[in-house]
């Protein structure tokens, strides 16, 4: 699968990514500094997920309702990076296919997963 992270995720999380064998690009090595929209249409052009800690793709998406390929905002702050990102890395492997479309919201010991198609 190809992913998206823009550069306030973890690198922890996107090694990880990598390690399974997914395709993902990652902002922080890239383009520091990105607009939101310009990260969010590079993801729908090029078919990725977006990973991302930041609220503000929920705004893009629901209110202004820009189209997105699927989004995982990760709402973790408190625990430990690597902890963090194990858990992502642990859910994007089980629910792999139901990430295509889907706005997801992980937090420690729940995630909310809304298809907004």
């Known amino acids: 699968m190809k992913f998206v992270a823009d550069e306030g995720v973890d690198r922890s ?3 990880l990514i990598r390690e ?3 395709d993902i ?3 922080a090595e890239t383009d520091r500094g990105t607009d939101d929209e310009v990260i969010l249409a590079i993801a729908n052009d090029e078919s990725r997920i977006l990973i ?3 609220k503000d793709f929920g705004e893009l998406v629901y209110r202004l309702k820009k189209v997105h390929s699927g989004i995982i905002l990760i ?7 690597i902890t963090r990102s194990q858990l992502v ?3 994007i492997q089980i629910n792999i296919n139901m990430l295509a479309g889907y706005f997801v919201v992980i937090q420690p010991g729940v995630a909310r997963i809304r298809n907004l198609r």
């Open 20 to 22: 399974a064998g997914h």
């Open 25 to 27: 690009l990652y902002f």
């Open 89 to 91: 890395a642990d859910f």
């Open 75 to 81: 709402r973790a702050d408190e625990m430990p990076s």
């Open 52 to 54: 991302t800690r930041d």
């Open 13 to 15: 999380l996107v090694a």
